[in-house]
């Protein structure tokens, strides 16, 4: 035991130091002086490539700075809490393409102009991220009012009429479920119900119903996740129906084991264990060259996407949280043993020593495919994220007379809510 | 010259054997007997992994077999008819989303059900150029009245006004020109204008207009040919403005061969090989692995796309193309030479010699990343049009009484209409 203590330590306070690289570099970088929010277009060494604002990753990076400020004392720090600020301005300013409607757009030009709009969800769901954290920092109402507002309009267009969105409705385009969808709401859920008893209440019934969406995914008698299935939970036909990402099912995993921590159901759990961490893993993990593969086919096609192969920086995040959460909760060495497997991987693979952050885009055998650190795609978000929950995650551990837990302890990213 | 002329022989026999094979290949496996049309999505051994199919993809193979029917004898069969009319008459039949209005989808049920549209003009040509291949084998009038008045719809579209495309008006998002559309219109001048002096005559100054505006598309003093170029020819800001594609820009420059070569301005040829040939080839290609890279970003920078440096069928099929009708048009060695270089990559990289048709997606080093041999954007067209093509290049070279030409010689893709 007293080993394992050791190498917990050890992965603490290596998670730790990358945290505050990895956030150095954003905060040298990223920021924006003049229109406000952020630069995610960032080579290697940092410098502006594109000065393009995705909407996603501008609220992703308000989140990640209010959540560090307010969870971790060393980083409750002026700079980070007038950077998020400036960005949530930047969105209250621009996001929404056409006001008062909320529709978002998905990437902006520099001063706030719309560029792209897409026909989902996602930007609407990250701008309610920022907000509601932004309350939670500052606690001026109107942010919050924003947050909520918002919520509403996504359930609305997830759960009555999706026609706002704009997609066309053809014939032969069956109705599907991506489950990007469900797991979005039900971390919106958990975002928006911690520590706030009225709101937890409020979206209670919406939180079971999204984990239940999410595990309709579950699919083929429980040996696979499938990315899309039909409105009732069927199987699709073709690649779409095939079609596997095992980081999202990780993700997915994490986000249902804080549900269902709250609504202590320990078949549940262990359903969730087996079906969103362990099959994906031992699925997705590539025997010859380590990694998550980013996407698969569940007949063991070859899959169509060019990038199904490569190694991909938020699969490996998410898998870090993911095991260790499992860990934390239940005790159970094997998912310790995965999360140390993934961690070695994803620190040795992804990491840059030299500028810090980490690289996003890796090749199948593990060589940087990309040197970017941001872009359309990657802000300052899974990484600091994983980090953050993994250190949070280590130090309860760690605090606990005994390491394998007698009963389940609460996750870290729900522990003022408890 | 002996030598020289062997080599050419030689490559004759290579190309026209593997046209054979080629074709062999989707006769076999992509024919749809029960609805008419093509599955694309064929697996290493011709296995049928979706039924999805894909308008351009639908269109370009009916094109192919029309062409291939109408100029080698060989392919002159009943088989290759047939399937190309019942492809033909699948468009016709389920292509428009909502007849009489003439936009198209860009992917279809098996039995023609819409399921997505793109907000672009590209479906339509290819639907354009199947219907004027079909007249061109069939004499029937019909197909060639759905060819032109699809013809006259895409260039409202292109020239007059865009809005029947769906794409919204945004703010933030410059009005741009991808070089897709002048070229694609290039292309399709050629197509109707082929032995139809009325057409040729119709569309001659829209010829002049796609020449110039895909001339264009040459920036920073001669130095990088840009995908992407303001309205009025400027570069654009951002990795929008740096986007390179050098496959496109190779295609583009035998297009821009193909329409100089009619108006006999040599001038404005040796522009052409230039910029369009020489000039991403030799930015293009990479040093360390061979093959030309997919996309790159003009000053140097690592680009946004996941797969840039991936090495893909349709770019090394397009130089062969160019290459060879450079060398075939002007005399000059160097082009010879790059051609062999190229074909020496793309026999050696992208054949399959066990299944036949050419894999598609190879990673950087050349290694096959991706098994299957057609998907959303591979199907029966790149590989053998250029197979084709180069086979009529290399006969007429052969039938020259000396190699090097005294005079401009006749493309052979135009030979009919000299």
């Known amino acids: 035991m007293e080993k394992e203590r050791e190498t917990l330590q050890a992965w603490k306070e290596r998670v730790g130091q990358e945290l505050d690289r990895v956030v150095a570099f954003w905060l040298e970088h990223s920021h924006d002086q003049e229109h406000g929010g ?5 080579g290697r060494d940092g410098q502006v490539y594109d000065d393009l604002k995705y909407v996603w990753l501008q609220g992703r990076q308000v989140w990640m700075y209010c959540h560090l400020y307010r969870r971790l004392e060393r980083f409750r720090r002026p700079e980070l809490l007038d950077a998020a600020r400036a960005g949530g301005e930047f969105l209250l300013h621009s996001a929404r393409v056409a006001p008062p409607a909320k529709k978002c757009a998905f990437v902006l030009t520099r001063d706030g102009r719309p560029v792209k709009v897409q026909r989902t969800i996602f930007s609407e769901c990250f701008y309610t991220m920022a907000m509601n954290e932004l309350w939670r920092v500052t606690g001026e109402a109107r942010y919050q009012s924003e947050a909520v507002e918002m919520m509403d309009q996504i359930i609305h267009w997830v759960r009555e009429d ?10 032969g385009a069956p109705a599907t479920e991506s489950m990007a969808v469900p797991m979005m709401l039900l971390n919106l859920v958990d975002q928006l119900g911690e ?38 939970g069927e199987e699709l036909s073709g690649c779409l129906g095939r079609h596997q990402n095992p980081g999202h099912a990780l993700e997915a995993g994490w986000f249902l084991l804080r549900h269902t921590h709250r609504r202590g159901d320990p078949v549940l759990r262990a359903h969730i264990i087996d079906k969103f961490l362990l ?29 199904w192969a490569m190694k991909l920086w938020w699969p490996h995040s998410e898998a870090m949280i993911a095991f260790l959460m499992g860990y934390s909760d239940g005790g159970d060495p094997t998912l310790l043993h995965v999360f140390y497997q993934v961690a070695e991987y994803t620190f040795r693979q992804f990491r840059d020593p030299e500028y810090g952050e980490w690289f996003g885009y890796l090749n199948r055998e593990g060589k940087v495919a990309l040197t970017i650190k941001g872009g359309p795609f990657k802000g300052c978000f899974h990484v600091p994220r994983c980090l953050a929950m993994c250190e949070e995650m280590l130090s309860a551990l760690l605090s606990r007379p005994a390491l394998a837990p007698a009963r389940p302890v609460p996750d870290p990213a729900r522990r003022g809510a408890e």
């Open 162 to 171: 999706p026609s706002g969105l704009g997609r066309p409705q053809l014939p």
């Open 38 to 42: 952020f630069f995610t277009c960032l």
């Open 195 to 232: 520590e706030d008893e009225e709101l937890a209440g409020k979206y209670a019934e919406l939180g079971d119903w999204c984990a239940q969406r999410v595990l309709q995914h579950v699919q083929r008698d429980g040996q696979a996740v499938l990315e899309h299935v039909s409105e009732d």
């Open 279 to 307: 099959l994906p893993f031992r699925s997705g993990w590539d025997p010859e060259h380590g990694g998550l593969f980013s996407f698969q086919d569940a007949d063991g096609l070859c899959p169509t996407q060019l990038e």
